[in-house]
């Protein structure tokens, strides 16, 4: 377990050196830096080649569609795992708080 744990740390440490080596710190660049290292024109953007290229690189920016089967998902939130034993459950004390039917009186 021990060894398990090392390795998982010295797995999160390297992502966190890595991620801090990968940051831009786009706000400290002047705008001639900014404008070379983005690749564009302060004054008229992206060219449409490049723009092309990356559109063909990365894909639209859209934002993904929800799930389709979200009714079946929160459906399953209701009568999965313990859930199931609390309706029951509940069900039963139901029962027994009042009874199916005219029960007969007890004098």
């Known amino acids: 377990m021990k060894f398990k ?26 705008f001639d830096e900014l404008r070379r290292k983005l690749n564009t024109s302060l004054e ?20 993904k569609s929800l799930n389709k089967k979200l009714f079946l998902k929160v459906l399953g939130y209701f009568f999965t795992g313990f859930c199931g034993l ?15 039917g005219n029960p007969p009186d007890a004098t």
Not at 6 to 18: D, G, P
């Open 5 to 30: 744990i090392s390795k998982l740390i010295k797995k999160k440490t390297k992502c966190v050196s890595n991620s801090e080596k990968n940051q831009e710190q786009y706000h400290k660049l002047s």
């Open 44 to 63: 008229n953007g992206l060219e449409q080649s490049y723009a092309k290229e990356i559109l063909n690189e990365y894909g639209p920016n859209q934002i």
């Open 86 to 100: 609390l309706w029951i459950s509940s069900i039963i004390c139901i029962l027994a708080w009042k009874p199916i």
